[in-house]
């Protein structure tokens, strides 16, 4: 399951917030991270690219899963019709 509120500023720059919500449905557990965002469309070489990073934190995981708080990086390369 995953949920994505976010929003875009008129100098194209995003921040998103959401949750990739996994459930193992044997063992019945779950594990949910919340991600927030940030994210900024650039040109490079004539190029867009969707650049960013953000923060996760597990609010609920399993034995054998991630926890607590992490990062990550995004690019994404844009090609508008």
Do not use: C, H
Not at 18 to 43: F, M
Not at 68 to 80: D, I, N
Request: proline share 6%; no cysteine; aromatic share 12%.
């Amino acid at each position: 399951m995953s949920t994505d509120p976010s929003y875009t500023y008129p100098n194209s720059t995003t921040v998103a917030l959401n949750t990739e919500t996994t459930y193992d449905w044997n063992a019945e557990e779950a594990t949910v991270p919340v991600n927030l965002t940030v994210t900024k469309v650039i040109r490079l070489n004539g190029q867009a690219i969707s650049v960013g990073g953000g923060a996760r934190y597990w609010v609920d995981d399993t034995d054998g899963s991630p926890k607590g708080w992490g990062a990550r990086l995004v690019a994404s390369f844009v090609f508008p019709k």
